[in-house]
């Protein structure tokens, strides 16, 4: 039987734990998520220093930028807190030929470095960015509230894509991290329908950092509503309606 003392005996060592692969927007960042440890007791951060290098061993992130490949150079920063055992790299401006594999290497003051080989991390580039995921509550009824999101993902937390729409009322942002680097941003817009919203279009517009746009689109289909006159008597409301140049009014009909 181990005792107690022999049963809490951890033992350390040199481990990474980084994605695979991160997708990244061209021209936008990306935040490659890292943590690591290392044997030997706790150090003081500032007895730790980051590193990040390709296979080829040619820095992309190093504290002495003379050290760092020039077209990394003012582009990459470490975002992880090294007294935390955090590594988590930035890159900005991302670029098609940022794609990696990277590595991450430690540097401890009594001399001990080391590069976590075993646990690579490449990025995987997208020229455009996805267009995004627009739902709608149905059904939509005149005078009530509709309830619509619009939802994108991303790599950059640091500089989030702007969601917008076409159409009054309140809305609400709302951010969630998910696992290998990406992020999941929605945003819901809450408004009253009338009559003069069937037919046309609620337009959800994602603006990137660096400038890329891209818009999803939905017809609103909006159908009569009912409602009761006090009385136990059924109202029921048609939708204005356009065709050669005319409008149909709202009409009330008593279904009793």
Excluded at 35 to 62: C, N, V
Excluded at 109 to 122: A, L, N, P, Q
Aim: hydrophobic share 35%; aromatic share 8%.
């Amino acid at each position: 039987m181990c005792s107690v003392s022999e049963a809490h005996v951890q033992v350390s060592t040199w481990s990474a734990h980084v994605p695979g692969t991160v997708m990244a927007l061209q021209g936008s960042c990306v935040v490659i998520p890292c943590t690591f440890t290392y044997p030997g007791r706790e150090r003081k951060q500032s007895d730790l220093t980051a590193m990040w290098h390709t296979k080829d061993h040619a820095f992309i992130y190093h504290p002495d930028i003379g050290e760092v490949l020039y077209r990394f150079r003012g582009r990459t920063s470490l975002v992880g807190d090294l007294g935390r055992k955090n590594c988590s790299l930035k890159i900005d401006r991302v670029q098609r030929i940022d794609g990696g594999p990277f590595i991450f290497r430690l540097a401890i003051d009594d001399g001990e470095k080391f590069s976590y080989t075993k646990s690579e991390v490449s990025i995987v580039v997208k020229d455009r960015p996805d267009v995004p995921l627009l739902t709608v509550g149905e059904p939509v009824k005149v005078g009530e509230t509709v309830s619509a999101s619009c939802s994108v993902y991303h790599s950059c937390p640091s500089n989030p894509p702007l969601l917008s729409w076409n159409h009054v009322g309140t809305h609400s942002v709302h951010s969630e991290k998910l696992p290998g680097g990406q992020w999941r941003m929605v945003s819901v817009l809450l408004f009253t329908s009338s009559v003069s919203d069937h037919k046309k279009p609620l337009t959800c517009t994602t603006k990137y950092w660096e400038g890329k746009t891209v818009r999803s689109s939905r017809a609103l289909n909006v159908k009569l509503a009912q409602w009761h006159n006090g009385l136990g008597q059924g109202l029921l409301a048609t939708t204005p309606l356009r065709t050669s140049g005319c409008r149909r009014v709202c009409v009330c009909k008593d279904h009793s």
